[in-house]
């Protein structure tokens, strides 16, 4: 394939190379006359371990050439890949200028181009950024129309900066944003990427756009963690960096898709006690523990996103699906659906709770104490089946997830409204009756 790409950045140079090296025809477009001239010589524009050979031997073979003219680039090529900066502002706002000029660019090139040439956007963007801003720069100065004249797709790159071929030829993933009817730009994109070992992924470009940010935010909590941890055990006379490692042997919990479903909050009685006491254990020993600090923070927020949820729909009889931390345990110390329970009760809610898996009378040890210490009217409140809660509520609250929650749905029958905390059913709306914490 014949293939633009603008920006010999890091990314852009990385991705030239690569292309041209799979036995693509690749211009590189910058209007850094250096960069091109380095290019143009058979050196890379950026240091990374393998390029500079890449691109030595693209260039000598005639595959791979880099120009300042946009119009030159798009006349000469099939697909363009968008590879520019988007730096931060000083308020940390997203600068997107580079990208939007790029567009103009190309949009104006396309005015006079008859056939059809895919468009396709990697600068990291944030989600909305191509349907507000991108796309419409494009159909201004084509004076074309997107999805029918020519093509529009946001492909994010995921690539570390000191391994990137190694992460172009072996991606964790690969992830296609699509253009609503516009197959044409996928399937050009599917056949650079069939030599691949991972199938690509095809989503809303708007969740395409999403996942990049996901996916770095992810990587700097991560980092900051694994700091806040190091500090913490430094300072206690513990090896940090053996911990870390037994803690990322566990690739059935640690290093893994558990715990990875946005929903409700986290709960029972070792997650909200340990990180209490590890924060307390770092104060005496003077350690700050920001990370932690925020994960509390923000368990606590989702229990009054809850709330407001429900208070929001403006109904007073509410049903409450699940009490425990989570399905299939009867443990109530900390239940954040205790807690949920507790803000509506005392806010006058008149409430009814249904989980197949608690009993006020067969509440045993810690258990009964927490019952009865922090919630001694529970007995008033439970009911013995699914069907009283069901019929008694104006409002559903599916808190956890088991036969009870589906059987809620089913009774409900998307004649009361639903606020589902754990996403019972994927993509279901129910005439606009359902509605879930995150989704």
């Not at 492909?155 to 391994?163: A, C």
């Not at 944003?177 to 030599?195: C, M, T, V």
């Not at 500090?231 to 640690?254: E, P, Q, W, Y």
């Not at 001694?376 to 509520?393: F, G, R």
Request: charge should be negative; charged fraction near 20%.
């Amino acid at each position: 394939m014949r293939v633009s790409v603008f920006g010999i950045g890091y990314v852009g140079a990385v991705s030239a190379g690569c292309l041209a090296k799979d036995g693509n025809t690749v211009i590189a477009v910058d209007p850094n006359e250096a960069k091109v001239a380095t290019l143009n010589a058979g050196r890379s524009p950026i240091v990374e371990p393998g390029l500079e050979a890449i691109i030595a031997e693209q260039v000598a073979s005639g595959r791979l050439r880099a120009v300042g003219d946009p119009a030159t680039a798009i006349a000469g090529t099939d697909l363009s890949f968008v590879c520019v900066g988007t730096p931060s502002r000083f308020n940390g706002s997203l600068d997107t200028g580079y990208v939007l000029r790029a567009a103009e660019e190309i949009g104006a090139a396309l005015k006079t181009k008859s056939a059809y040439h895919v468009v396709v956007i990697r600068s990291t963007i944030l989600p909305g950024t191509m349907e507000t801003t991108i796309i419409p720069a494009l159909a201004r100065a084509s004076g074309k129309t997107p999805g029918m004249d020519f093509g529009v797709a946001y492909y994010p790159e995921f690539l570390r900066e000191s391994t990137a071929i190694r992460d172009y030829y072996d991606p964790g993933a690969i992830v296609f944003g699509a253009f609503d009817g516009d197959a044409e730009s996928i399937n050009r994109l599917s056949e650079l990427n069939a030599h691949l070992p991972v199938a690509p992924q095809v989503v809303p470009i708007r969740t395409a756009e999403a996942i990049k940010y996901a996916n770095n935010c992810w990587h700097a909590v991560k980092i900051s963690f694994s700091n806040e941890m190091g500090n913490i055990f430094k300072a206690a006379g513990i090896d940090s960096h053996l911990v870390m490692d037994i803690l990322c042997s566990d690739t059935r919990l640690n290093i893994s898709r558990a715990y990875m479903k946005p929903g409700f909050a986290f709960g029972g009685s070792c997650l909200p006690k340990d990180l209490r006491a590890l924060r307390f254990k770092a104060r005496e020993l003077d350690v700050p523990t920001p990370v932690l600090d925020s994960a509390l923070l923000a368990n606590e927020y989702q229990v009054r996103r809850a709330y407001d949820m429900v208070a929001e729909l403006g109904v007073r009889r509410v049903g409450l699906v699940g009490l425990s931390f989570k399905s299939d345990t009867d443990d109530l110390r900390e239940s954040p659906l205790v807690e949920l329970a507790e803000r509506l009760h005392g806010k006058g809610y008149d409430l009814r709770i249904y989980d197949p898996s608690v009993s006020y009378g067969a509440l045993m040890g810690a258990n009964l104490h927490f019952a009865r210490s922090h919630i001694p009217h529970l007995s008033t409140l439970l009911a013995d089946d699914i069907e009283t809660v069901c019929e008694h509520a104006d409002l559903l609250v599916i808190g956890n997830r088991d036969s009870a929650a589906k059987r809620a749905l089913d009774l409900v029958g998307g004649k009361k409204p639903v606020v589902d905390l754990v996403r019972v059913e994927q993509g279901s709306r129910r005439d606009g009756l359902y509605n879930g914490i995150c989704w």
